[in-house]
């Protein structure tokens, strides 16, 4: 059960209010209709399928400090370095820890999430792009940028689908020459519950 504010249609002062000692706030409309839900972690749940809170919104920003790139090759970016990670779910070491893939983001709530990457060479190259892999599989590409620019860099965002259980993601570079790379970054946020 839950502490009950309902707005009324009759009588004074337009709210009714039922309670208990669950710790649990819920704000109904006339019909009894749960339009918000705030529980005893203070996690926040709109009717409309959004959650807010400490561990119902995971998010992430991970960066690299040098990685070898060679030419012609997809190479998985070893962001080892995190500048956060709200709920623990991104790896950032070269091996599988606590089910979560070498340097993969794995949330444990279902639900859409922004993808941000980005990835700058340290010299030229014939050509550079960056992606998403989704469980281990080529999901989202960003652009690829023919170029001969010295420091050339590449940027890939993308809106994906997470089931909070198994779904996880990596992100993947391309450099068309063999050269390096010490400015990359990955970061993920949760924008909607599934």
């Known amino acids: 059960m839950a502490t009950i504010i309902s707005s009324k249609t009759s009588g004074v002062g337009g ?86 893939p070498a340097y993969a983001f794995l949330p444990n709530i279902a639900g859409y999430y922004q993808f941000n990457g980005q990835m700058q060479l340290n010299g030229s190259s014939s050509g550079i792009s960056t992606e998403y892999y989704k469980n281990g599989s080529f999901f989202k590409q960003g652009p690829y940028i023919p170029t001969t620019l010295t420091t050339p860099s590449v940027v890939v965002s993308a809106l994906i689908y997470l089931n909070g259980t198994t779904d996880y993601v990596q992100f993947y570079i391309y450099s068309g020459s063999t050269t390096t790379t010490n400015n990359a970054f990955f970061q993920a946020a949760m924008i909607r519950s599934a």
Do not use: C, H
């Open 15 to 100: 709210l009714t209010v039922t309670g208990d000692a669950s710790g649990v706030l819920q704000l109904a409309s006339a019909d009894g209709t749960t339009a918000v839900t705030i529980d005893a972690s203070q996690n926040v749940t709109f009717a409309k399928g959004l959650t807010v809170g400490a561990t119902a919104a995971p998010a992430f920003s991970a960066t690299l400090g040098s990685q070898s790139l060679t030419a012609g090759v997809w190479t998985l970016a070893s962001l080892s370095t995190e500048e956060f990670d709200t709920n623990s779910n991104y790896n950032n070491t070269g091996s599988t820890v606590g089910g979560i």
